[in-house]
């Protein structure tokens, strides 16, 4: 009993179309399998390098958000400048104002770096939402930072700026004087 019949098959020259064309097919498909293999171990390398960059993109964003309040707790007496600048800002010499617009220059960059971070998706939503909270209510608690808006707005550029500008209320348009 036989399982192939080869009685009066040829693999070269006429009549032979047969089977190179049969194995050109199998080159094909496994060529096609060799692929689809390779791409998904792509993605899989891919899933993984993201994992990876977002979870690298949310440590820096907690070291640069955290590193600002280390100053604070670091040094008392910077601490005591910083708040009296927080409140009022005018009570400060110039030497004090610098020290503390730089802190708040600090701020506004790890805001920024957030603000930029959260739009790309690289760092976690409900990080953002708590950040986003803090530093709103920041600036709408601590004139301050009116002050520090007013004269460092130029540093921020778009669409960051439009949407810190936002949180303060305008200034009102000057009188005339007759």
Not at 43 to 53: A, D, G, I, P, V
Request: charged letters at 20%.
């Amino acid at each position: 009993m036989k399982f192939v019949n080869t009685d009066g098959m040829v693999f070269i020259g006429p009549g032979s179309e047969w089977f190179w064309t049969a194995v050109s097919g199998m080159a094909l498909a496994i060529t096609f399998i060799a692929i689809y293999r390779q791409l998904r171990g792509q993605r899989e390398q891919m899933r993984e390098s993201t994992k990876l960059l977002r979870s690298q993109a949310h440590h820096n964003a907690l070291t640069l958000s955290q590193r600002a309040r280390e100053l604070l707790i670091e040094n008392e007496g910077f601490a005591s400048v910083v708040n009296v600048g927080y409140a009022t800002p005018e009570a400060l010499s110039d030497v004090e104002w610098a020290r503390c617009s730089s802190y708040m220059f600090l701020q506004f960059n790890q805001w920024e770096y957030l603000y930029y971070q959260h739009r790309d998706g690289s760092i976690p939503t409900e990080y953002w939402v708590g950040a986003e909270d803090y530093y709103r209510n920041l600036v709408a608690a601590k004139p301050g930072y009116a002050r520090f808006w007013s004269g460092n707005q130029a540093s921020f550029d778009e669409p960051f700026h439009s949407y810190v500008a936002a949180e303060f209320p305008s200034a009102p348009a000057p009188v005339p004087i007759a």
